[in-house]
């Protein structure tokens, strides 16, 4: 999930089609649709964006947190000192990716923006061992 994120990072106008491609093949909803033509419009005129390192504290932030989502079946984030996405049910990595970029239902594009961040060096990415609210392929992603 790291090297995907990376991907977007590092060669933005190049992944808009990977998101042409997710609406079409997903028969998105038009606030989908819409948010989507955004993404796209602001990868085309990104900068490529340096590569995240993998940091371990963060890693084991994120996999005691997954651990407590599992056991109370929470689905929310959590209050580490991180800028944090939530990804739920998305089997596929870039799906995911492409899920949290697009970011149709949140205002602030706050997914979007905490991979697409300039000053984010540091991320952690964590599959939850076991599903939330019935969920399975649960994943918190951590940035600073």
Same mark, same amino acid.
């Given at each position: 999930?790291?090297?995907?994120?990376?991907?977007? /990072?590092?060669?933005?106008?190049? !992944?808009?089609? !990977?998101?042409?491609?997710?609406?079409?093949?997903?028969?998105?909803?038009?606030?989908?649709?819409? *948010? *989507?033509?955004? #993404?796209?419009?602001?990868?085309?005129? @990104?900068?490529?964006?340096?590569?995240?390192?993998?940091? *371990?504290?963060?890693?084991?932030?994120?996999? *005691?947190?997954?651990?407590?989502?599992?056991?109370?079946?929470?689905?929310?984030?959590?209050?580490?000192? !991180?800028?944090?996405?939530?990804?739920?049910?998305?089997?596929?990595? /870039?799906?995911?990716?492409?899920? #949290?970029?697009?970011?149709?239902?949140?205002?602030?594009?706050?997914?979007?923006?905490?991979? @697409?961040?300039?000053?984010?060096?540091?991320?952690?990415?964590?599959?939850?061992?076991?599903?939330?609210?019935?969920?399975?392929?649960?994943?918190?992603?951590?940035?600073?």
């Amino acid at each position: 999930m790291i090297d995907e994120i990376n991907s977007v /990072r590092t060669n933005p106008s190049g !992944y808009a089609t !990977y998101i042409q491609d997710y609406i079409v093949r997903t028969k998105a909803d038009k606030p989908t649709v819409a *948010a *989507a033509n955004e #993404l796209i419009s602001v990868l085309k005129k @990104l900068q490529p964006l340096g590569k995240l390192k993998f940091n *371990a504290k963060m890693y084991r932030d994120a996999k *005691a947190y997954g651990q407590k989502m599992v056991k109370r079946n929470l689905m929310q984030h959590s209050d580490l000192p !991180y800028n944090e996405n939530l990804s739920f049910g998305i089997e596929n990595i /870039r799906d995911v990716i492409v899920d #949290l970029l697009i970011d149709a239902d949140i205002a602030d594009r706050g997914h979007r923006n905490n991979i @697409l961040n300039p000053d984010i060096t540091l991320v952690a990415v964590n599959e939850l061992d076991g599903k939330v609210d019935g969920y399975s392929f649960c994943y918190i992603q951590e940035f600073r």
